[in-house]
């Protein structure tokens, strides 16, 4: 089948996420190998973002696709409800066990968006089933944590979200925190603590918001005093999670644990869908009741899917070896050097780097933004080259897979001055 006619059949039938399909373009892939996806036509191209972030190891990994062809066999699924399998327990306690010491218990879900909602529901029932009248969220302005209304009632405002703001509920912004915004943050929350049952946020790197970075610093004295307050705390690590930030979850750059963390993505090194909730003993205790009216009423027909942990299993065991984690470490120096080389074009683009997590911002006449006109240029230019990416307007991010060679990291960094020149 050629190119043409993949692309001619899927826009008869198919729509594609945030994708205007008058204009989008297509690129049909058949295959996948390592760092890189092919196309009908064989042409091999980078996947520098990791195919949105998920494909921690690299494409058709052999070691998951293994794991999971014998769990195939074994047991596709069971309900979650009232019964149990040892792929979820063996990845509840392997995971729990790498997480901050209060986190406890694992509610399962399919996806990012539904383990954020399903952290919004603990926390709101939590203070309900304990008789405590707080019911207001807060969350950073920009940040972005799925698309169902939950989640994205707690994301920050913007074209993505104006068509169902009247649907949306109330949520208190603040300005991800910086030395100087500090104490007018604490003051905020100081105005509102009595009514807040808790406070999402993205730590260190807020992702579909540009690659917007803060300081672990920063954050943990924010977090600290959102405790004293009694504020719960839900850390929406999907994007971060699983080594993104250099270390394995960005809890490990933060001096206070949350009450409630979230995960997706690099879950499952990027083999299919799976998300989870934990939680600590605390809230884990307000819902545990003879009264069953207390229970968490939430559940997916794919909770806990034996496949997918499976497959988040066996990404779990090559995620600790000592090969993958050399290569988070290689691939954090490498992006460091290639900041500083940017710095020689500051008055053209800025850098900044949060352990595997690169992002160019391009100075444009037009102000930072996904609709930036050069997204298109951008786009276009880098599969020119055989590279895989998806520009947040006029910020170019890299996100590779932890199997990405020296060689093809340097193939980008090259790409990137080059595409530099043809914009001066």
């Given amino acids: 089948m050629t190119q043409q006619?993949?692309?001619?059949?899927?826009?008869?039938?198919?729509?594609?996420?945030?994708?205007?399909?008058?204009?989008?373009?297509?690129?049909?892939?058949?295959?996948?190998?390592?760092?890189?996806?092919?196309?009908?036509?064989?042409?091999?191209?980078?996947?520098?973002?990791?195919?949105?972030?998920?494909?921690?190891?690299?494409?058709?990994?052999?070691?998951?696709?293994?794991?999971?062809?014998?769990q195939l066999s074994t047991l596709e699924q069971v309900i979650f409800a009232g019964f149990t399998h040892p792929p979820a327990i063996?990845?509840?306690?392997?995971?729990?066990?790498?997480?901050?010491?209060?986190?406890?218990?694992?509610?399962?879900?399919?996806?990012?968006?539904?383990?954020?909602?399903?952290?919004?529901?603990?926390?709101?029932q939590y203070h309900a089933n304990l008789g405590i009248p707080k019911t207001k969220i807060l969350a950073f302005h920009n940040g972005y944590h799925g698309d169902t209304f939950g989640a994205m009632s707690v994301s920050?405002?913007?074209?993505?979200?104006?068509?169902y703001m009247d649907f949306m509920f109330e949520v208190l912004f603040i300005d991800a925190p910086a030395k100087d915004n500090l104490s007018e943050l604490k003051q905020v929350i100081d105005r509102h603590?009595?009514?807040?049952?808790?406070?999402?946020?993205?730590?260190?790197?807020?992702?579909?918001?540009?690659?917007?970075?803060?300081?672990?610093?920063?954050?943990?004295?924010?977090?600290?005093?959102?405790?004293?307050?009694?504020?719960?705390?839900?850390?929406?690590e999907i994007f971060v999670g699983f080594g993104r930030t250099g270390k394995l979850f960005a809890a490990n750059h933060l001096t206070v644990a949350p009450d409630v963390m979230c995960f997706s993505k690099g879950l499952t090194g990027g083999t299919m869908p799976l998300g989870l909730t934990t939680c600590s003993q605390k809230i884990y205790d307000a819902f545990y009741s003879d009264d069953k009216s207390k229970a968490l009423f939430h559940g997916h027909s794919f909770t806990a899917n034996p496949i997918a942990c499976s497959a988040a299993l066996a990404s779990l065991d090559l995620l600790l070896s000592d090969a993958t984690q050399g290569n988070i470490q290689r691939i954090c120096m490498?992006?460091?050097?290639?900041?500083?080389?940017?710095?020689?074009?500051a008055?053209?683009?800025?850098?900044?780097?949060?352990?595997?997590?690169?992002?160019?911002?391009?100075?444009?006449?037009?102000?930072?933004?996904?609709?930036?006109?050069?997204?298109?240029?951008?786009?276009?230019?880098?599969?020119?080259?055989?590279?895989?990416?998806?520009?947040?307007?006029?910020?170019?991010?890299?996100?590779?897979?932890?199997?990405?060679?020296?060689?093809?990291?340097?193939?980008?960094?090259?790409?990137?001055?080059?595409?530099?020149?043809?914009?001066?």
């Avoid at 049952?197 to 977090?223: D, I, K, N």
């Avoid at 951008?378 to 897979?401: A, C, K, W």
């Fill in 193 to 236: 603590a009595a009514e807040l049952a808790c406070f999402v946020y993205e730590p260190l790197v807020q992702g579909a918001a540009g690659m917007r970075m803060h300081g672990a610093e920063e954050l943990s004295e924010l977090l600290e005093y959102c405790r004293a307050k009694e504020v719960l705390l839900v850390q929406d």
């Fill in 156 to 163: 920050g405002r913007s074209a993505w979200t104006a068509p």
């Fill in 5 to 70: 006619e993949l692309i001619r059949r899927d826009r008869q039938v198919n729509w594609h996420p945030y994708t205007q399909m008058k204009s989008g373009t297509l690129l049909p892939i058949v295959k996948g190998e390592g760092t890189y996806l092919f196309d009908a036509d064989g042409t091999r191209y980078i996947d520098a973002i990791s195919s949105w972030w998920v494909t921690l190891h690299g494409h058709a990994h052999p070691y998951i696709a293994r794991k999971v062809a014998e």
């Fill in 334 to 345: 490498q992006h460091k050097a290639f900041v500083q080389q940017t710095e020689l074009y």
């Fill in 347 to 424: 008055n053209r683009l800025t850098a900044r780097q949060c352990g595997t997590i690169l992002a160019i911002e391009w100075k444009t006449e037009e102000a930072t933004s996904y609709f930036n006109s050069i997204q298109a240029f951008l786009n276009s230019f880098f599969l020119e080259h055989h590279i895989l990416v998806r520009p947040l307007g006029n910020v170019l991010y890299f996100v590779p897979p932890y199997c990405i060679s020296e060689e093809d990291l340097n193939y980008i960094y090259a790409r990137v001055f080059d595409a530099l020149n043809i914009t001066s």
């Fill in 90 to 124: 063996e990845l509840s306690e392997r995971l729990l066990a790498l997480l901050p010491d209060n986190q406890q218990k694992v509610f399962y879900t399919d996806n990012g968006s539904t383990a954020v909602e399903v952290a919004l529901k603990m926390c709101i």
